[in-house]
């Protein structure tokens, strides 16, 4: 099997992009995409030499200042000026492994062949990624409209030597780790820079990483709600096939089907019940997290054809004897998708909470705040303040992005798609809605104790011992914060096997 990965025709998908972020495989372009770069940049030269009018961004000015022509002499002066001008990021460092999957995208993006820069400029960017040097990028600054501008920006000052990266977990000046690596910058020509700097790489990467979080909280939450409603001694009926075939959502369906597996030879769920109903945080969940895998479906097909797609301005078609400027760059898709996710995602947060909610009430022959001895004990009662707070705060967050614009650039930016606040906004409710599940697990288990000696399913049976390795069954009050961060860590290795 080969060590590398090799960018091609072939598409990428979610799963391809997962994969390669989590691993150390390499990755490298077919002779055959080189072949298409090439011939790109050698149409765009020849066509620099002919041409005697303007072409945006390649002999012009940029934004509003298009109008204004760049000699000659100027091209590769223009281009460096761009990326140092454009340099404007503040807020937080974005995660190594966020900057990891921009610099995949943005290698993915530039090698179609109609991006114009040079083999070159794609070989530094596959040297980064391969080497693990990763720029130094900020959170704030991009509009989601002209592409990414200021983080790409900054994706790209190493390029030229400039700015800084990290290198084997330490931060360096990158002209401090070219000297010690014994790397020269690179110059850049016609058009480079403004094909680094556009594109929607920086919405896209936190995207795609929301959206892998998201597909492993779905089957984290269900397998949570399963736990919990075997601690709360729920009915199996609103699980019944027969229940959700009248109501065919996808989702829906999978998530009934998902529940009766996990629960399936549960002694507790086959005692005599003295409820005829359960709360809705319990009976709804097939509706609920169906609807979320729901959203996850369609934010899946808008990201994978955004990986896949070329994304920079203006757009070169040799074949045709074309360059043509367009608005590829504008990230409204990434906007709506992120913003959706986040209220998919928020929901199955929400949810958790109120199961968790209803676990601490002392219902059901459970002690209040699910302690052996409470009054002198306050058990988990503060946990659910906890909860509730961090479900309160990704309300906040779910405000959507993608509904504001603000004019840009002399008016000639004049609406923009705040994809970026959009995808970073979904970076934080992805993990809000990971301690919130861990908070639900820590109860859950917690409330199977009172349930013996009848015992869960084989699946969930495993779950708790494993679980009880690092989180203690509570008998008396102890500082439960560092249950939830061990709950959390345990969380995050759960999958679903089914």
């Known amino acids: 099997m080969s060590s590398e990965h090799i960018l091609g025709k072939a598409a990428l998908s979610i799963k391809d992009i997962w994969m390669l972020i989590h691993s150390d495989k390499k990755i490298a372009l077919s002779p055959e995409t080189y072949q298409k770069i090439n011939q790109c940049r050698s149409y765009l030269e020849e066509r620099l030499e002919r041409e005697k009018g303007l072409i945006y961004g390649i002999n012009t000015g940029f934004g509003s200042l298009c109008n204004i022509q760049i000699s000659k002499e100027d091209r590769r002066l223009l281009q460096e000026k761009l990326i140092q001008s454009h340099a ?251 913003d959706y996710l986040a209220m998919g995602l928020a929901e199955l947060g929400n949810i958790s909470e109120r199961r968790l909610y209803q676990l601490i009430g002392g219902q059901r022959g459970l002690p209040d705040f699910l302690t052996p001895n409470p009054g002198l004990n306050s058990g988990m009662m503060i946990p659910q303040y906890t909860a509730a707070s961090i479900v309160s705060q990704n309300k906040q967050l779910c405000t959507p992005a993608s509904v504001d614009s603000i004019v840009s650039c002399n008016g000639q930016e004049d609406h923009v798609s705040m994809a970026a606040n959009a995808s970073t906004k979904l970076y934080r409710i992805v993990q809000n809605v990971e301690q919130l599940l861990a908070i639900e697990l820590m109860a859950g288990v917690q409330a199977l104790e009172f349930r013996r000696p009848l015992k869960s399913s084989d699946f969930i049976e495993n779950i708790v011992a494993e679980y009880r390795k690092v989180v203690p069954r509570l008998e008396e009050d102890r500082i439960l914060s560092y249950d939830m961060k061990a709950g959390l860590a345990f969380l995050r290795a759960l999958e679903w096997g089914g």
Not at 255 to 274: D, L, P
Request: charged fraction near 15%; charge should be negative; proline fraction near 5%.
């Open 88 to 338: 404007c990021g503040t807020g937080d460092p974005v995660p190594d492994n966020i900057v990891k999957l921009i610099l995949l995208l943005k290698i993915k993006s530039l090698s179609f062949g109609h991006s114009g820069v040079r083999q070159e400029l794609i070989d530094r960017l596959i040297f980064f990624y391969n080497e693990g040097i990763y720029p130094r990028l900020f959170q704030q600054g991009s509009l989601g409209a002209s592409g990414d501008l200021a983080p790409l920006a900054h994706l790209s000052l190493p390029i030229i030597g400039k700015g800084q990266v990290t290198y084997k977990g330490k931060l360096y000046d990158t002209a401090d780790l070219y000297r010690q690596l014994n790397i020269a910058p690179l110059t850049l020509r016609a058009k480079e820079g403004l094909a680094l700097l556009n594109g929607t790489q920086f919405s896209t990467a936190y995207a795609v990483w929301g959206l892998g979080s998201a597909i492993n909280l779905f089957h984290q939450a269900t397998i949570c709600a399963a736990i919990s409603m075997e601690g709360f001694d729920c009915q199996i009926t609103p699980f019944d096939e027969r229940l959700h075939a009248i109501r065919p959502h996808e989702g829906q369906m999978l998530v009934a089907k998902m529940v009766r597996e996990i629960i399936a030879g549960s002694q507790i769920v086959q005692q005599e019940k003295t409820h005829t109903q359960d709360p809705y945080s319990f009976r709804c969940v097939p509706q609920v997290h169906g609807a979320t895998w729901q959203v996850i479906s369609h934010v899946r097909q808008v990201l994978e054809t955004e990986i896949n797609a070329v994304t920079d301005n203006p757009n070169i078609f040799p074949e045709d004897d074309a360059i043509i400027s367009g608005g590829n760059f504008h990230a409204q898709p990434i906007a709506l998708a992120a």
